[in-house]
């Protein structure tokens, strides 16, 4: 476990700082190490010679911007500081006297403060918890409104460290410098319109301390290229063929959405997986022929809407005989016999899109609570909230668990920051994305995708929630590089199919 997929909690990253202090570490000595780095990254970023305007608040967040105050000051950068608070923590105090007898200008009012070209914002850091309101709030509105680049110390003052919300106003970061460990509110999506680019800054924490506080295996975790490699279903076997690469069934589509089925089965195509079956209504048999010639498609009766009315599997065949399900995209509503006929198989499972839909209706915790085998949700906010109305959305993470917990299930809720726990609440979340994937197919990709890998590695020890996080990052990750050469308004699904492997060939 590297500290890049490390997520804590305003209180595990006190304790586990606490533990670095009783063991002797001064407060000081670490306080110039982080304001240290923190001022090499800004001279790399800051042309020599420009001004910066360093925002003081009345903690240690503030003690680590004087000694960037001084730091770069030392290195030739014009800078004023603003401080506007009567009383300051000790070391705080000491670093803001020193700083004025350098004859480094120093203002309590934003009407007083001279132009910069920069902002570094160290008004309030890790662990604040009221609302911020009158002169402070007027202030950071002001900075806002500066429209100038601001570098946020740990993350951008006014934000909750765990969830991300917003206590009342908060600075809109350009980028953040987070200390130490990934915090939580940094990775959650209501944080994500103020924290700009956000970056680790590594001050060398001993991993004995981490682990005392958070244990061998931290519950929450920040999915990486690490993560994903380690839970790719490679190198295979040089003696392996299709029938020990998975076997997974989509049921998927209907006469009104076969578009989904296709775009399913594309991306469980670039799984890998050895064999794909996908169950569809018998008037769209033929299409998906002419998209997935190497699936084997079957048709199946259908409703006089052009769904699915029952399953129709080859001769010999039974849903025991496939390693995954994944099932719901493009079905429709009136394929509830087929979710209820999945759900009480005992084969891995993944509900998407329609299931999900029609589990809310049946009852979702009492429905998934008898299945005795993996079951995968995956949903966006709007099912999330049909399937789990009673559950608070304040915090993702928060909600992803509880939603895990009550069903047994692996819940991936979707989204910017898209967050996946299993039933004992650990959690992964994907920290990157990008806006080009909110579009309608790009989730039905990802169901492809997800039971593809899935099925390859079912037999396999690797944890569950690791092989949807890699199936997660990957899409998001298709989305990113076609955004960058098609632009976001041009990642339509059927693309994003085309550059799940160009991905793979990047990071493998």
């Known amino acids: ?67 960037v105050a001084r730091e770069l000051h030392f290195r030739g950068y014009q800078v004023w500081i603003y401080q506007p608070f009567s009383k300051l923590k000790e070391l705080t105090n000491q670093h803001f006297q020193y700083a004025q007898s350098l004859g480094i200008p120093c203002f309590q009012e934003t009407d007083k403060l001279p132009s910069c070209d920069f902002l570094v914002d160290g008004l309030f850091g890790l662990g604040l918890e009221r609302e911020i309101t009158d002169s402070i ?16 110390i740990d993350l951008p003052s006014g934000l909750h460290t765990d969830t991300g919300a917003v206590l009342g106003t908060a600075i809109r970061a350009t980028q953040t410098f987070c200390l130490g460990l990934w915090k939580q509110g940094l990775l959650q999506e209501q944080a994500l319109e ?52 998975g076997h997974l069934l989509l049921i998927c589509g209907s006469r009104r959405y076969a578009g989904s089925a296709i775009l399913s089965g594309l991306g469980a195509r670039a799984s890998g997986v050895g064999m794909l079956s ?53 079905l429709t509503q009136d394929s509830t016999p087929i979710v209820q006929q999945v759900i009480e198989s005992q084969v891995p499972l993944i509900l998407d899109a329609d299931a999900l839909n029609i589990l809310a209706q049946i009852g979702t915790i ?55 726990s299993n039933p004992q609440g650990v959690v992964w979340i994907n920290s990157e994305s990008t806006p080009a994937l909110a579009r309608g197919g790009s989730g039905d990709v990802l169901t492809g995708l997800m039971g ?57």
């Open 194 to 245: 103020y924290i700009g680019k956000p970056e680790l800054i590594d001050f060398d924490i001993p991993l004995a301390d981490i682990h005392t506080v958070l244990g061998e295996v931290p519950k929450i975790k920040r999915i990486t290229q690490t993560t994903v490699i380690a839970s790719l279903p490679l190198p295979r076997s040089p003696i392996t063929h299709k029938y020990k690469s």
């Open 366 to 420: 009492s429905t998934l609570q008898k299945r005795q085998t993996t079951t995968v949700l995956s949903p966006h906010t709007g099912e999330f909230h049909r399937l789990f109305p009673d559950i608070s959305y304040t915090d993702r993470v928060k909600a992803v668990q509880t939603a895990a917990a009550q069903t047994g299930a692996v819940v991936l809720l979707k989204g910017a920051r898209t967050a996946i």
């Open 452 to 508: 593809g890998l899935l099925a390859q590695t079912a037999n396999k020890q690797t944890p569950i929630e690791d092989v949807v996080a890699t199936a997660t990052w990957w899409h998001s990750q298709a989305g990113i590089l076609a955004a960058e050469e098609r632009t976001e308004l041009g990642v339509d699904a059927f693309s994003l199919t085309q550059y799940l492997m160009k991905v793979l060939q990047a990071f493998t």
């Open 1 to 67: 476990m590297t500290k890049e997929q490390i997520v804590v909690t305003s209180a595990q990253m006190c304790d586990i700082e606490g533990r670095i202090f009783a063991a002797g570490m001064p407060v000081a000595a670490l306080m110039e190490k982080v304001a240290g780095l923190i001022s090499d990254r800004l001279q790399v970023i800051i042309p020599k010679g420009r001004c910066v305007g360093i925002l003081v608040g009345p903690g240690h967040n503030g003690g680590d911007a004087l000694v």
């Open 137 to 152: 709030a007027y202030a950071i509105n002001y900075f806002n409104e500066s429209n100038k680049q601001v570098f946020s």
């Open 278 to 330: 996908i169950a569809v209504p018998e008037s769209v048999k033929t299409l998906l022929v002419s998209h997935l010639p190497e699936a084997l498609i079957i048709g199946c009766p259908e409703t006089e809407t052009g769904a699915i009315s029952h399953l129709q599997l080859p001769g010999k065949t039974h849903l025991s005989s496939f390693s995954v399900i994944a099932c719901g995209p493009g």
